[in-house]
């Protein structure tokens, strides 16, 4: 899997026609962190972020594992969403 690829899925992901669950976003968002950045390098957020602790956590869930690894995941994860979330055409 290639950065292309990871990117390409990045923009599938933004081109949803809907909102996946926050569960669904936390696991892209861990992801995707993963990738860009490596492990959590910084402190969970405070008790009333709700936002930012679950990005935080579905981040840390993805912690330790490899670039590579996490690219495949990602891609093949927003497949899956885009199989959940198709787009539909409304013919008039």
Request: aromatic letters at 12%.
């Amino acid at each position: 899997m290639s950065m292309e690829e990871f990117n390409k899925a990045a923009n599938d992901l933004r081109n949803l026609p809907v909102l996946p669950t926050y569960a669904e976003l936390a696991v892209v968002y861990g992801l995707y962190k993963q990738v860009t950045i490596g492990d959590v390098n910084k402190a969970r957020p405070g008790i009333f972020n709700f936002e930012g602790k679950s990005k935080w956590d579905g981040w840390k869930a993805q912690e330790g594992k490899s670039k590579e690894d996490a690219v495949k995941e990602y891609i093949a994860y927003v497949a899956v969403l885009k199989e959940k979330y198709p787009n539909v055409e409304v013919i008039h």
